[in-house]
C-alpha cells in the first residue's frame, strides 16, 4: 500500500512537471519576448526576497524596507548600478553575495543563462531551443546560436578572471589581506565587465581615484562588455582579418570609439576648469580621470567624482551619452550605438538624394531603420513619461530628475543623488524604467525584427510635408 502511495505521488509530480514544461514551451512558441519578460520577472522576485532576509541586512533588527530591496534587486538584475543606501554600510556580507550572483544572472540574460545549461546536459540545441536564445541574443541566424552561447559563456568567464586576475595583485599591493584582495578582485570584475557600476568602498570609485591601474583595468572591462557578444564572437573569429567583420561589427566599434573621443573632449573642456570636480588635478591625472568617466555613460556607471557636482553642461553630455547607452546584445542599456549609427547613416543619406542606406560597402535593410526608429522613439517616450513622473513625486529640479531617470533607463547607474532621496513611490517608479530600459526596447526590437506581414495590395503613395 506504501508503495502504490509513492508511485500515485511520483506520478502526479511527473504529471505536474509535464504541465509547466508544456506551459513554458507554449509561451516560448508563442512568444519568446514574452517569456523573457517573466523569466526576469521571476529572478527578480527570487533576489528581493532573499534581500528581504534580516541576514542580508548590516543591521539584521532594523525594519526591511520592502522598496529598497525591491529596487537594489532590479537593479542588480537589470545590470543597472543604482542604489539608494550605501552597499556597504547597509548590506551584509550575505547581501553584497546576494547582489554579485543577481548581477552574474542579469549580465548572462535569463534565456541566455537557460540555453546555456540546457546545452550543458544534452550537449547540443534543439531548433526550438535555438530560436528561444535567437531571441535571447539578438541573434537571428539559427546556425550560429550553439556557438555564439559557447562565446558567452566563455568569453564571460575568460573576461571576469583575466579582470579579477589583473586587480588581484593590486588590491595587495594596497595592504589588503589575502582573503579581501581577492574577493575584492571577484567583485569587481563582476560588476565591471557587466556594466552593473555597483561598487563596495566608501565613495565608490572615488576611493580609487589617484590609483591609475585600477580605473584602467575597470575601465576596460566596461568598454569590452559594452560592445555586446556578436561584435566579440566576430572578432575572436576573424582576429586576424578584420576585413571579414561584419558590418555589425564594424559599426559597433567605429560608433562606439567616435562616442568615447566625444565625451572625452567634451568633458575635458566642461569640467577642467571646475574646483569642484577636475580644477585641480595635474594633465595626466586629469586625462586618465576623464577618459575614465567618459567609458562609464556607455552604461558602466562607475564614477571617481560626485555627479552634482559637476556642471549643468556636463550633465546634458551625459543624458546624451546614456540614452545610447552600448552595443547590442551586450550587458550595456540604452537605444544602443547600432541604433544611433543606423539612423544618422539614414539622414546623410536622405540629405545627398541617395535612395540606399550604406556603411562598409554594404546596404542596409530599410526594414532595420524602420526598427531602429521604433527603437529610439519608444526609449523617448519612456524617459519623458519618467521624467514628468519622477518630477511630480520629488518635486527636485528638472536637470538632476533627467539624469536620473535617464541613468535608470539606459541601465547606467550613474546618479545624481535622487535615487538616494527619492521616497518609495519614487523607487517604484525608477524600478520600472530601469526594467523597462533592460528589456524593453530589445523586446520591441525583436518583436518588430521578427514581424513579417505581406498586404496583397498598396495604397497610393503620397508625401507629405516635413520640416
Known sequence: MKTSRREMFDERVLTSGRRFRDFLDRIAEASPARLALLSFMA??????????????????????????????????????????????????????????????????????????????????????????????????????????????????????????????????????????????????????????GFTIHPGGMEYFHDDHWILFVIMAAVFVGALGFPCVLMMALFWRTPKKWDLHTKLTLATSGILVAVGFFFLLLFESSNPRTLGEEGAFPTAMEVLFMAVMPRSGGFATMDVADMNQTSHLLFDVLMFIGGGSSSTAGGIKVTTLAVLVLASVAEARGLKDVTAFKRR?????????????????????????????????????????????????????????????????????????????TITLAAALSTQSTRRLFKYPEERPIIG
Open 43 to 196: 529572478v527578480i522576485a527570487v533576489f528581493v526576497a532573499l534581500l528581504c532576509l534580516p541576514a542580508a541586512h548590516r543591521d539584521p533588527d532594523a525594519d526591511v524596507s520592502f522598496a529598497k530591496s525591491l529596487f537594489v534587486a532590479v537593479s542588480a538584475v537589470c545590470v543597472t548600478g543604482l542604489t539608494p543606501v550605501t552597499t556597504e554600510e547597509y548590506w551584509s556580507d550575505f547581501g553584497i553575495a546576494v547582489i554579485t550572483a543577481a548581477i552574474q544572472v542579469g549580465g548572462l540574460g535569463i534565456l541566455t543563462l537557460a540555453s546555456i545549461l540546457g546545452m550543458a546536459v544534452s550537449g547540443r540545441l534543439g531548433v526550438r531551443q535555438k530560436l528561444i536564445a535567437a531571441q535571447a541574443t539578438n541573434t537571428f541566424q539559427i546556425g550560429q546560436v550553439g556557438t555564439l552561447l559557447r562565446t558567452v559563456l566563455l568569453t564571460v568567464v575568460i573576461a571576469e578572471a583575466t579582470v579579477a586576475a589583473l586587480l588581484f595583485p593590486r588590491f595587495l599591493a594596497r595592504g589588503e589581506e589575502l582573503g579581501d584582495a581577492l574577493w575584492y578582485s571577484v567583485f569587481y570584475a563582476v560588476s565591471s565587465f557587466n556594466n552593473a
Open 364 to 440: 542596409i535593410d530599410p526594414a532595420v531603420i524602420k526598427v531602429s526608429i521604433s527603437v529610439t522613439l519608444a526609449g523617448f517616450v519612456i524617459v519623458i513619461a519618467g521624467t514628468l513622473t519622477m518630477l511630480q513625486i520629488t518635486r527636485l529640479p528638472l536637470d538632476l530628475v533627467l539624469f536620473e531617470v535617464i541613468s535608470a533607463f539606459g541601465t547606467c547607474g550613474l546618479s545624481s543623488g535622487v535615487s538616494a532621496e527619492a521616497s518609495d513611490p519614487g523607487l517604484y517608479v525608477l524600478s520600472l524604467l530601469m526594467f523597462l530600459g533592460r528589456l524593453g
